[in-house]
């Protein structure tokens, strides 16, 4: 089944960037839809971005267009989330989430939880 870690979290300052990557295992069908979520204490998960590996078609959230940019890299298996000018609102757990059947992923749709069936663990970013 799906597999997928993500990596690259850490602490940095205000302003200064970040790379989280997520190796996804069994993710090779362009009809996956993959994307970041984030989550702090005592709040729900909220969407960041998505992409579908089809077409590359990504959508972001409003408080991260123009700062974040997500990617993937066929060859590795490999979606990224590139983090520039980091505020600390950023602040969250992130996670890389999975979908394969991505029929139904579409401007309405990408950023429901609820509409991704595999999750990774989570990679913590901490903006001071």
């Known amino acids: 089944h799906v597999q997928l870690v993500e990596s690259g979290g ?3 300052q205000a302003g200064g960037s970040l790379r989280l990557s997520c190796a996804a295992s069994r ?3 362009a009809r996956f839809c993959m994307g970041w979520f984030r989550q702090v204490p005592g709040k729900e998960r909220e ?3 998505s992409i579908f590996l ?3 078609y990504t959508y ?4 991260v267009r123009g700062r ?3 990617s993937q890299d066929n060859a590795k298996n490999t979606l990224y989330l590139q983090m520039n000018s980091l505020q600390p609102g950023d602040t969250a ?3 890389c989430a999975a979908e394969p059947d991505g029929e139904n992923w579409n401007r309405a749709t990408w950023d ?3 509409g991704y069936d595999y999750w990774g663990q989570g990679t913590q970013v901490t903006v001071s």
Not at 60 to 63: A, G, M
């Open 112 to 114: 429901r939880a609820s």
């Open 60 to 63: 972001y959230v409003d408080s």
């Open 47 to 49: 969407p960041v971005a």
């Open 54 to 56: 089809g077409t590359s």
């Open 93 to 95: 757990m992130y996670y």
């Open 10 to 12: 850490g602490s940095v």
């Open 27 to 29: 993710v090779t069908d």
């Open 68 to 70: 974040f940019t997500i």
